[in-house]
């Protein structure tokens, strides 16, 4: 299973809002709605942002947010703050019952 | 609280096994599927494989298939992850998550395992 394909890095400003692409298959992002979006700062265990493309777990800013379209889910960072800055990682269920991770995001807030 | 400790950071010799547990506490362990996730140093998150706690059915990675081993003790709440011919390429954080409905919503802080001879 190869991994899902995400941009190695992206910016933004503060205030400013900035998107992830995650790039999957039909096997993967485009054939369940089991995408979900991890946070990890460094040398910190990841955490849940986004769950089922769109859901944000309790106590998550209503900042973040997640879509889908076809073989391609999405995060959303509006209001960009210096503590949003780290790397993000997607997560998608798959065909085969197992579950796939993307390269990683590092973002940055210039 | 519901948490996931893990046990401490290991050293090995290439071509050993390593076994790494992780402690469930503040939820009904056998309520849950657990999965293990690496992350070997400046690179992604990679799945591993995962049990089912309360039937002892597990599922493996294609990559780890033959090497990777997990099992769970009821009574202990606890998940093991045993990795056996480990190389160099397998020094790692091995983290433990919770899955709630196919997500991972809980972690552990994550094992070091150095594989060095």
């Known amino acids: 299973q190869s991994a899902l394909t995400q941009p190695a890095s992206v910016s933004g400003s503060p205030g400013q809002s900035i998107t992830i692409s995650c790039t999957g298959t039909?096997?993967?992002?485009?054939?369940?709605?089991?995408v979900s979006w991890y946070q990890q700062h460094p040398d910190k265990a990841p955490k849940l942002m986004i769950y089922?493309?769109?859901n944000r777990p309790s106590g998550v800013s209503n900042r973040f947010s997640g879509s889908k379209s076809g073989n391609t889910a999405s995060l959303t960072i509006s209001g960009l703050q210096a503590e949003d800055e780290a790397d993000y990682y997607c997560?998608?269920?798959?065909?085969?019952?197992?579950?796939?991770f993307g390269g990683g995001t590092q973002l940055t807030v210039l | 609280q519901v948490q996931l400790v893990q046990s401490g950071g290991e050293v090995k010799k290439p071509g050993a096994s390593v076994k790494v547990s992780c402690k469930a506490s503040?939820?009904?362990?056998?309520?849950?599927?657990m999965h293990w996730v690496r992350q070997a140093p400046g690179q992604r998150l990679e799945w591993m494989g995962w049990?089912?706690?309360?039937?002892?059915?597990?599922k493996y990675s294609q990559k780890f298939q033959g090497r990777v081993t997990i099992t769970r003790d009821t009574s202990a709440s606890t998940a093991y992850m045993e990795l056996s011919s480990l190389r160099s390429e397998d020094t790692a954080l091995y983290y433990c998550?919770?899955?709630?409905?196919?997500?991972?919503?809980?972690w552990g802080l994550g094992t070091l395992v150095t594989v060095s001879s």
């Open positions: 998550a919770r899955e709630r409905s196919r997500t991972f919503d809980c």
């Open positions: 503040g939820f009904p362990f056998t309520n849950y599927v």
């Open positions: 049990i089912n706690t309360a039937y002892d059915n597990t």
């Open positions: 039909s096997s993967d992002v485009g054939g369940y709605n089991y």
């Open positions: 089922d493309v769109t």
């Open positions: 997560c998608s269920y798959t065909i085969s019952s197992t579950w796939v």
